[in-house]
């Protein structure tokens, strides 16, 4: 079975740092396409990053030069380095794994972890 | 980037109606686009991908149709479980956006 468990989310300064983590089981991280999209309180669905299988990587124009996607083999885990991070940046992070490979729609969520980025 | 406009934001049924909710593209983005389901206080759920392909598990009252730039998810017949709020999304260009959502209410 695939389960995806997040941690790491917080309050934060702005201005600050965090890493989220993704664990994931039931299937290999490095095989998959993975993604991070996040939820600020009360708003929509909003796409941050994604990391192929490959190991390219894209991310939002909103967090662009300022988080990282990568992943961790061995752990079989996700994460997503947040630095310079500013108050439009709280949001339920949720990471996700693409239905299979060649097939970009998101078929399996994480429950998501809260980051509070404020003073 | 693409833009997306999914509408209504707001859609108020009964059980039993048939509805139906649009989202168009800025740009074609032949059948890359997805359909999920959120309910309060929990993660999305995927309902359609490549457009109008049902994910296992999904009833089949839910469907997808379009290619291009317009799309439109239909509920045939609302069951209660089934207010909730819908987002589309395309994967045929970076960035991969949402649309703005619709919350379908009970009337």
């Known amino acids: 079975e695939v389960q995806l468990v997040e941690s790491g989310g917080g309050l934060v300064q702005p201005g600050g740092s965090l890493r989220l983590s993704c664990a994931a089981s039931?299937?290999?991280?490095?095989?998959?396409?993975m993604s991070w999209v996040r939820q600020a309180p009360g708003k929509g669905l909003e796409w941050v990053s994604v990391?192929?299988?490959?190991?390219?990587?894209y991310y939002a124009d909103s967090v662009k030069g300022r988080f990282t996607i990568s992943r961790h083999n061995s752990k079989n885990t996700l994460y997503l380095q947040m630095n310079s991070l500013r108050a439009e940046d709280t949001a339920v992070y949720y990471c996700a794994r693409a239905l299979w490979f060649g097939e970009l729609s998101l078929g399996y969520w994480g429950q998501g972890t809260l980051v509070t980025v404020s003073s | 980037a693409i833009w997306m406009t999914q509408s209504p934001s707001l859609l108020s049924a009964s059980t039993g109606d048939r509805v139906t909710i649009s989202c168009r593209m800025s740009q074609g983005i032949s059948s890359y686009l997805a359909w999920y389901q959120q309910k309060p206080g929990k993660a999305p759920e995927l309902l359609i991908y490549?457009?109008?392909t049902l994910q296992s598990g999904v009833p089949s009252r839910f469907s997808g149709s379009g290619s291009g730039t317009d799309f439109t998810l239909t509920i045939s017949c609302l069951q209660s479980e089934d207010f909730a709020t819908y987002y589309c999304?395309?994967?045929?260009?970076?960035?991969?956006?949402f649309g703005q959502g619709t919350k379908l209410e009970i009337k």
């Open positions: 999304q395309q994967y045929y260009s970076f960035p991969y956006t």
């Open positions: 490549a457009a109008s």
């Open positions: 039931g299937f290999t991280v490095s095989s998959n396409y």
């Open positions: 990391i192929y299988s490959g190991g390219s990587t």
